[in-house]
């Protein structure tokens, strides 16, 4: 969960924060007891009611950092509404699963409104009062559009993993959903990077925010890094097979370049006898999530995935990251060797070099 900093004393215990004591002891029932370096600097800010940047990768415990002080205040005020928008669905439904953790018992409704699932569904779920609104740009633009949600109630906005959005193209989606927030409001924004665009947009959208940096370095400490050189009349597959079959190889996440090409990786995997599944676009969203909990629940040793299925992404325990396929950008390369040596743990990652 925390960043690699094996010296960091928190300034704060989590039963020091000036949160409801229901949600303390639901922080201690998930088994929070000390901050990590985002949680500790930015939870007090948040619930001094000032804006912020945070600058963390995924894995900081940011989503945390984010929710304990903005559930207070929900307590506090049941008619407080939340949005939080982010670039892909699974970082949707991870947040939004969290969030339902820490609000157990607590009467606060949250919605996922996503790509990819039933817009029906969603309409029918916004029709009664939530708190906070989880969702990706572009569907959450469609329904402010058919006046499914009135951003005019929202005085609390988060834009997690802004970076992401903004290398999606959802740089006019998320101008849109800040125009139709009230001038008053309370702005949170997260970035693993901190790109000129990004200032812009910093500058734009927020009021003299506190910033809080607490990037790892740009690779992960922990993790392990070689090549594989895919050598003249040699099989790539068969030097995958080989590796898989190694005892630590226990749980493999594969990257590949395109959707084809991952699923057909996947069921080759498969008729070779290992448990195999895959993630990419091509998916519908309730076959992602089963392929992701199979991964997740150490029913499938690999999983194999496209740089933007795996967006955002946290699964705990990945003993390898291989890069099959190479990838696009050092960005893309950063971001799925990340997928391992999260918090303390070692992790390794592997490339495939022809």
Do not use: W
């Not at 970035?191 to 910033?211: D, G, H």
């Not at 009349?233 to 990257?255: A, P, R, T």
Request: hydrophobic share 40%; aromatic share 6%.
């Amino acid at each position: 969960m925390g960043e690699a900093v094996a010296d960091f004393i928190p300034e704060h215990r989590f039963q020091d924060f000036n949160v409801d004591p229901r949600l303390k002891n639901s922080i201690l029932i998930k088994g929070y007891k000390t901050p990590t370096p985002i949680q500790d600097k930015i939870i007090p800010h948040i619930l001094k009611g000032l804006d912020v940047v945070g600058v963390a990768n995924t894995g900081t415990g940011k989503t945390a950092a984010f929710l304990i002080p903005l559930i207070h205040k929900v307590l506090l005020n049941k008619t407080n509404k939340v949005l939080v928008v982010v670039p892909t669905r699974e970082l949707a439904l991870q947040i939004d699963s969290e969030l339902k953790g820490f609000a157990r018992g607590l009467q606060i409704f949250s919605v996922c409104c996503v790509g990819g699932m039933s817009v029906s569904r969603q309409v029918s779920e916004l029709r009664y009062h939530n708190n906070f609104i989880i969702g990706t740009p572009g569907r959450l633009k469609d329904l402010i559009e058919r006046k499914n949600i009135r951003l005019a109630e929202f005085k609390t906005i988060v834009l997690d993993e802004a970076d992401r959005m903004l290398d999606m193209g959802f740089i006019n989606d998320m101008r849109f959903l800040m125009a139709g927030m009230p001038k008053e409001r309370h702005t949170l924004f997260f970035s693993a990077t901190v790109s000129r665009e990004i200032e812009r947009l910093i500058l734009e959208f927020l009021r003299q925010p506190v910033r809080i940096s607490v990037k790892t370095r740009d690779t992960a400490q922990n993790v392990e890094q070689d090549v594989i050189k895919v050598g003249r009349g040699k099989n790539k597959l068969e030097l995958l097979h080989d590796l898989l079959k190694q005892k630590d190889f226990s749980k493999v996440l594969i990257f590949g370049r395109t959707k084809h090409g991952v699923e057909k990786l996947s069921q080759m995997l498969s008729q070779k006898g290992f448990q195999a599944e895959s993630i990419h676009g091509d998916k519908n969203q309730s076959r992602r999530q089963r392929a992701l909990g199979a991964f997740k629940n150490n029913r499938a040793q690999v999983l194999v995935a496209t740089d933007v299925a795996a967006r955002g992404l946290d699964i705990p325990n990945v003993s390898h990251v291989i890069n099959y396929d190479l990838p696009a950008t050092f960005d893309d390369y950063v971001h799925r060797i990340g997928r391992t040596g999260r918090g303390d743990k070692r992790g390794k990652a592997l490339t495939f070099i022809d």
